[in-house]
């Protein structure tokens, strides 16, 4: 079955970065397109980027554009988010979830657990 | 930017009875390929959320039919037809016909 698997918690300081892993299981990598959502303490959920594991093409959220990077390992079925220049405010869980096909127009069937940044002097 | 709007906030439900949650969207949802992307999904308590219902009114596998979407254009509806304890949890709507996809702001389903 399709497992999106997540790195642990992170605790960062401000100003520095925090990469998080979603290890993919169960289908073929590079069929889907990967979604990036955070979600702070009590806020909705938040979009912030999706990558196309085939060819790595990322396209990001406008309020994260310049801090944002979404890559991908296709060798380890593996995506990775990284953002940068962290503030109190970054303080989230993020998710990274498969899209239903290879464009993200069909939405997100399978989230990963989480995992929870913490941003704090 | 889609700005989508759920109403209630929050919905205090007796077992067995219907509950109903509405989203509006500030534009149409319609994608130029005739279809239109709207899913609904369920987040219980600590869990990462989960698919419902994607393209207005299709049950992702698995989920009870007592699960149901309707709607057109900018104003879309999720029901539930008999909540049971399990359903306990806040439904959010998502779009993904235009980019950036967004959601709504979540609508928190509790037991009377």
């Known amino acids: 079955q399709v497992q999106l698997v997540q790195s642990g918690a992170e605790v960062k300081n401000p100003g520095a970065s925090v990469k998080v892993s979603c290890k993919a299981s169960?289908?073929?990598?590079?069929?889907?397109?990967m979604h990036w959502v955070r979600q702070a303490p009590g806020q909705r959920l938040e979009w912030m980027g999706w990558?196309?594991?085939?060819?790595?093409?990322?396209k990001y959220s406008q309020k994260f554009q310049g801090r944002v990077t979404i890559t991908r390992d296709t060798s380890a079925s593996t995506a990775f988010m990284e953002l940068s220049s962290l503030r109190s405010e970054d303080t989230a869980v993020y998710h990274c979830?498969?899209?239903?096909?290879?464009?993200?127009?069909?939405?997100?069937?399978?989230w990963g657990q989480g995992t929870l940044v913490t941003v704090a002097s | 930017d889609i700005v989508l709007t759920q109403t209630p906030l929050s919905s205090p439900v007796t077992l067995g009875q219907p509950a109903s949650i509405s989203c509006r969207s500030s534009q149409s949802l319609v994608h130029s390929d005739g279809d239109t992307y709207l899913s609904w999904l369920q987040q219980r308590p600590g869990q990462p959320p989960r698919l419902l219902i994607y393209?207005?009114?299709n049950r992702f596998s698995g989920v009870p039919d007592r699960f149901s979407g309707s709607g057109a254009g900018t104003d879309f509806t999720l029901k539930i037809s008999r909540v049971e304890a399990e359903d306990v949890g806040v439904y959010y709507c998502m779009q993904t016909t235009q980019f950036p996809p967004g959601f709504g702001q979540g609508t928190k389903v509790e037991i009377k």
């Open positions: 169960g289908y073929t990598f590079t069929n889907y397109a």
């Open positions: 990558i196309s594991p085939v060819n790595g093409n990322t």
């Open positions: 393209k207005i009114s």
């Open positions: 979830a498969r899209a239903m096909g290879a464009t993200t127009i069909f939405g997100v069937d399978h």
